[in-house]
């Protein structure tokens, strides 16, 4: 395994980051981790979401090889989406990022710029 440094400026580690490190990209994540949903049901699912990010966030995740794409026929034509292994094994991290977001999400103030 390769030694990462994230403070250097050309650590791939800091792609990685990029990638998975988004609000959107830990909300899909998580939405996706009991299994495969259309486009349509993911919208439904997170609320505030446009349709614009939304397949901004899961072409993102795909090209990371974290989400797959499978074309639907169906009659309009549609596509479902679901993690692979890559992405399941971001399942346990981003749990425990949302639990301990929900149980604090008091505590944190507003949100704002630093």
Same mark, same amino acid.
């Given at each position: $395994?390769?030694?990462?440094?994230?403070? %250097? *400026?050309?650590? !791939?580690?800091?792609?990685?980051? +990029? @990638?998975?490190? =988004?609000? &959107?990209?830990?909300?899909?994540?998580? #939405? /996706?981790?009991?299994?495969?949903?259309?486009?349509? =049901?993911?919208?439904?699912?997170?609320?505030?979401?446009?349709?614009? $990010?939304?397949?901004?966030? %899961?072409?993102?995740?795909?090209?990371?090889? @974290?989400?797959?794409?499978?074309? /639907?026929?169906?009659?309009? #034509?549609? *596509?479902?989406?679901?993690?692979?292994? /890559?992405?399941?094994? %971001?399942?346990?991290?981003?749990?425990?990022?949302?639990? &301990? #977001?929900?149980?604090? +999400?008091?505590?944190?103030? =507003?949100?704002? !710029? %630093?």
């Amino acid at each position: $395994m390769a030694e990462h440094d994230v403070f %250097l *400026a050309d650590c !791939p580690a800091r792609t990685t980051l +990029a @990638l998975v490190a =988004d609000t &959107w990209s830990v909300v899909v994540v998580f #939405a /996706l981790r009991h299994g495969p949903r259309r486009y349509g =049901d993911l919208r439904d699912r997170i609320g505030g979401i446009s349709n614009k $990010m939304l397949t901004q966030t %899961l072409r993102k995740l795909e090209r990371g090889n @974290l989400v797959e794409r499978r074309a /639907l026929r169906t009659t309009p #034509a549609g *596509a479902e989406y679901r993690l692979t292994e /890559l992405g399941e094994s %971001l399942i346990g991290p981003v749990s425990v990022l949302a639990r &301990w #977001a929900e149980e604090h +999400a008091d505590e944190l103030g =507003d949100g704002g !710029p %630093l």
